[in-house]
């Protein structure tokens, strides 16, 4: 898996849209970018994933840059439910040996 | 559907004991994973397997044994418990494929805590 950065923590008021930056400047060309979340004592939760084209569901948006090297996750109109560790993931998301989980990043929505 | 349960939910062992965590997918996924997490960590990859009667060691193996009896069913079995293995267990799933990148969308259970004094 490529290896990540992401700051440890950010906040963000109730409302407002959140903006989770993630760097991967060694992502290589065949690797996706994965975000995970994880609420409090609870399990990972998928998000979102992209490749080089910008994505959005249900949850959430992801904004790839050019050249791959950095990535945003984009949580429109945060609630306090959003509250959890953020997780970027790079992985060519086809091998069996699961997912390399970081640290990730705190993500604290004030009300 | 229920997804991934895991059981049990919290369990608190003394230096030696031995047991089993339970993790059952009804989703008819082929990949099972057990992870750790410890205090202000991420999740390290304990074992897996890739479909009934195979596993395979993860990042930190040592101290568990793993089965796949059943399709369905993954245990994680600690022959003697330390200290050092008290943690937060998950365990997921996922199928072979599913779409383009899809194969990294993991299915989480909701976790055992797991204290040996």
């Known amino acids: 898996d490529a290896k990540t950065t992401q700051p440890p923590s950010m906040d963000c008021a109730e409302g407002r849209a959140a903006n989770l930056p993630c760097n991967h400047s060694?992502?290589?060309?065949?690797?996706?970018v994965y975000w995970y979340r994880q609420i409090h004592s609870q399990g990972p939760q998928y998000i979102i994933h992209g490749l080089k084209n910008n994505e959005t569901n249900e949850m959430a948006s992801l904004i790839i840059t050019e050249d791959r090297k950095s990535s945003t996750l984009i949580l429109p109109h945060a609630t306090l439910r959003d509250t959890a560790v953020y997780y970027c993931i790079g992985s060519s998301g086809g091998g069996a040996d699961g997912l390399t989980f970081g640290k990730g990043t705190h993500l604290i929505i004030q009300p | 559907n229920a997804g991934v349960t895991q059981t049990p939910k919290f369990r608190v062992l003394k230096t030696g004991q031995s047991m089993t965590l339970l993790c059952a997918q009804d989703?008819?996924?082929?990949?099972m994973y057990w992870y750790r997490q410890d205090p202000g960590m991420g999740l390290r990859l304990i074992h897996y397997s890739v479909g009934e009667g195979t596993t395979a060691k993860g990042e930190v193996p040592d101290g568990y044994n793993v089965s796949r009896l059943k399709k369905q069913n993954f245990l994680l079995g600690l022959e003697s418990a330390a200290p050092s293995q008290t943690s937060v267990y998950f365990c997921a799933s996922r199928p072979i494929y599913s779409g383009p990148g899809y194969g990294e969308k993991l299915f989480f259970g909701s976790g055992t805590q797991l204290s040996v004094l």
């Open positions: 060694t992502i290589s060309g065949n690797e996706y």
């Open positions: 989703m008819n996924h082929e990949y």
